[in-house]
């Protein structure tokens, strides 16, 4: 176990916005976390569990503890005839993961290439693009209650996945930390989702469709569409995609015939809020340290030297334009701290 004091987070965030932590914990294996869990740390001041950072705002400094579970660890646990299990620990690089399993011919999470961020906090959100998400193979969750010392293996049912949602966003959320995921995937007879159009398009340079050519394919869309966030400070999304009704979705599509809509449910869609965005006007603006991405209006970025709040500010704008025109309210996707 490391401890260090009053340290910057900078480095631990994406967006790259400065804050100070009183104390910043890395946790890498599980006598750690039983000797933490035995400190007086938890009982005097808050803590806060911090994953890779990629979807997290702070808005101000913390008076209190990170906790930085850094388990490492990808291990093939079962073969069968169709799929192997595997574990991965919440402090492997997720990139490096799905690396992993396509080198190892393992298919199911090739769609969720270069997705920035670490293993343990995949879950919280149930990450996805490109028509895939990870609760889509997905086995198990095991995880730890850092206040009673509890230990426990939950199931994809357990977890409650949504749309970037899960338990861990709600029940679950602030004292359990997640020690490693088990997925499970295919060891042949792949069912390779390439549906989504721009993914459709991309893999038409390509001789066949495979693990490996759809990774390539989601990493070249990825690097020309969204900042990398070693260059401008980013978090992805920053908003989720607004789920509306039926009837809400065909009033906008009568003023506006071009809106993007998926099937959501019987009665529900999705809409895109990076189109809705784009419509306010906001694509590739800036103001001061910050800004819309010039490619892709959902990602709000750090020009440099941003703080949380300049950060919320631009966010505050954006909701209104996009409630002032549309009559919906955006959610954001990123947390705030
Ligand atoms: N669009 C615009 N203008 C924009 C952005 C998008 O008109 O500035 C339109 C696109 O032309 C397209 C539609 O909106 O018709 C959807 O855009 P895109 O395909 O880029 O996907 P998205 O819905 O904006 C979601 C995920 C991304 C994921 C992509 C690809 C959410 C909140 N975001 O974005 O996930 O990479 O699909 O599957 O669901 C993330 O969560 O951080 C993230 C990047």
Redesign the pocket.
């Known amino acids: 176990m490391n401890i260090y004091n009053n340290i910057s987070l900078k480095p631990f965030n994406t967006f790259g916005i400065e804050a100070i932590a009183k104390t910043f914990i890395e946790i890498s294996d599980i006598n750690d976390l039983i000797n933490f869990h035995n400190t007086e740390i938890l009982k005097s001041e808050p803590y806060f569990i911090l994953g890779g950072g990629s979807n997290i705002l702070f808005t101000k400094d913390f008076a209190g503890t990170i906790i930085h579970p850094n388990f490492k660890g990808i291990e093939i646990i079962e073969k069968n005839k169709d799929f192997n299990y595997v574990k991965v620990f919440a402090g492997e690089i997720w990139d490096d993961f799905v690396n992993f399993c396509v080198t190892n011919n393992l298919g199911g999470i090739e769609n969720l290439s270069l ?1 920035p961020g670490n293993c343990g906090a995949s879950p919280v959100q149930n ?5 895939v998400e990870i609760k889509d193979c997905l086995e198990s969750v095991e995880i730890y209650n850092i206040e009673t010392g509890e230990k426990r293996t939950l199931t994809n049912n357990e977890c409650k996945f949504g ?2 949602t899960s338990i861990f966003k709600t029940d679950f959320k602030h004292n359990w930390l997640i020690i490693y995921t088990t997925y499970k995937l295919k060891s042949s007879d792949y069912s390779f989702q390439t549906s ?3 993914l459709s398009e991309e893999l038409k340079r390509h001789n066949e469709v495979s693990l490996k050519s759809i990774r390539e394919s989601v990493i070249n869309i ?1 690097t020309l ?2 900042p990398d966030p070693k260059e401008i400070g980013n ?3 920053f ?3 607004p789920i509306v009704s039926i009837k809400k979705a065909e009033e906008i599509n009568k003023i506006f015939s071009d809106a ?1 809509v998926y099937k959501f449910s019987k009665t529900e869609v999705k809409l ?4 809705l ?2 419509q306010c006007g906001w ?1 590739g603006k800036q103001i001061g340290n910050v800004g819309v991405h010039k ?5 709000l970025v750090n020009y440099g030297n941003a703080k949380g709040i300049d950060i919320i500010n631009l966010s505050e704008k954006i909701k209104n334009s996009v409630f002032f025109k549309f009559g919906i309210t955006l959610e954001t ?1 990123v947390n705030f701290l």
């Open positions: 997705i990450i996805g693009a490109f028509g749309y970037r989504y159009g721009a990825r569409k969204l978090a992805g999304s908003f989720k995609n993007p895109a809020a990076g189109w965005i784009e694509k490619k892709q209006a959902l990602v996707e």
